[in-house]
């Protein structure tokens, strides 16, 4: 079965830094792209950046200049390098991931809080 791991969660003042790694893994098939949503307490979840195995990225605009997406695509795993966070960054953080076939898998979640 296909199963996405996610880690590096955590607590952390506002201005500080994180950074988020998922691992694909299993019958996932072949990955083209991978990415990073949020869920804020209710709130929806909400795309934060994507990357594709060509290297094309997309942000949410929150997030622009401050957050970093990148992959290894020979380990199918991704990165979010999260820089000057806010309070308002805080959720549940999904690693997702796209094969050839559009089929979309989700991972389990990783809290961030960002204290003010």
């Known amino acids: 079965q296909a199963q996405l791991v996610e880690s590096g969660g955590g607590l952390v003042q506002a201005g500080g830094s994180l950074r988020l790694s998922c691992a694909a893994s299993g019958s996932i098939g072949s990955i083209n792209v991978m990415g990073w949503y949020r869920q804020a307490p209710e709130k929806q979840r909400e795309l934060v950046a994507t990357?594709?195995?060509?290297?094309?990225?997309i942000y949410a605009d929150s997030v622009k200049g401050r957050f970093t997406i990148s992959t290894d695509n020979a380990k199918n795993t991704v990165s979010l390098q999260m820089n000057s966070l806010k309070p308002e960054d805080t959720a549940i953080y999904y690693c997702n991931a796209r094969n050839s076939y559009r089929i979309r898998y989700w991972g389990n979640g990783t809290l961030v809080t960002v204290s003010s």
């Open positions: 990357i594709t195995w060509a290297g094309s990225t």
